[in-house]
């Protein structure tokens, strides 16, 4: 109940930096699935942290991006800045499809930019991003990519998630 889930946050909360600062990236991983399991929001700055060190493992990196947006952590805006501008391919694509569920707003424009230069993998996700965010401009850029498909501008690896995100859309 919820008592256990309070001692065991008071007892992570006392190995929780020990945890990170392992350099087994096994560790730090099981740290930041049972802070975000348990809800502890007092996690947030060391996720945020992760996410921004570009020397961390990228699956670190991930876990820690995917804890702050399960927690819904104010910090998340400034963590999806990082990670969509991180070297890693998945990072960047994650953060994309965070950015369209978090700020639809403010995903367009970035998605817009990101699209034409962006690796399979990202492009991939922006796909998805952009069926999610299910609005006219939306829309119109998907259709602009299902032209560019027919005329063999998409990459081989991108194309399967186009396709779906222009049915979900369609």
Same mark, same amino acid.
């Given at each position: ?87 890693? !391919?998945?990072?960047? #694509?994650? $953060?994309?499809?965070? +950015? /369209?569920?978090?700020?639809?707003? @403010? %995903?367009?424009?970035? =998605? *817009? ?6 690796? !399979?993998?990202?492009? #991939?996700? $922006?796909?998805?991003? +952009? /069926?999610?965010?299910?609005?006219? @401009? %939306?829309?119109?850029? =998907? *259709? ?10 998409? #990459?081989? $690896? ?13």
């Amino acid at each position: 109940g919820e008592r256990e889930n309070q001692l065991a946050r008071a007892q992570l909360k006392d190995r929780f930096e020990a945890m990170l600062a392992s350099p087994d990236a096994n560790v730090n991983r099981a740290a930041i699935r049972a802070a975000r399991s348990l809800g502890m929001q007092g996690a947030a700055p060391s996720l945020l942290a992760l996410v921004q060190n570009s020397d961390s493992p990228e699956q670190v990196r991930l876990d820690a991006l995917n804890a702050l947006a399960d927690l819904k952590s104010e910090s998340l805006g400034i963590a999806l800045r990082a990670a969509g501008q991180a070297e890693q !391919a998945k990072l960047r #694509a994650r $953060a994309m499809r965070l +950015l /369209a569920q978090w700020n639809p707003q @403010d %995903a367009l424009p970035i =998605l *817009a930019e990101v699209l034409p230069k962006a690796e !399979a993998a990202e492009q #991939a996700a $922006a796909f998805g991003a +952009l /069926a999610d965010l299910a609005n006219d @401009d %939306a829309d119109a850029m =998907l *259709a602009d990519w299902v032209g560019r498909l027919a005329q063999g501008q998409v #990459a081989g $690896a991108a194309q399967l998630e186009l396709y779906e995100a222009a049915i979900r859309r369609a």
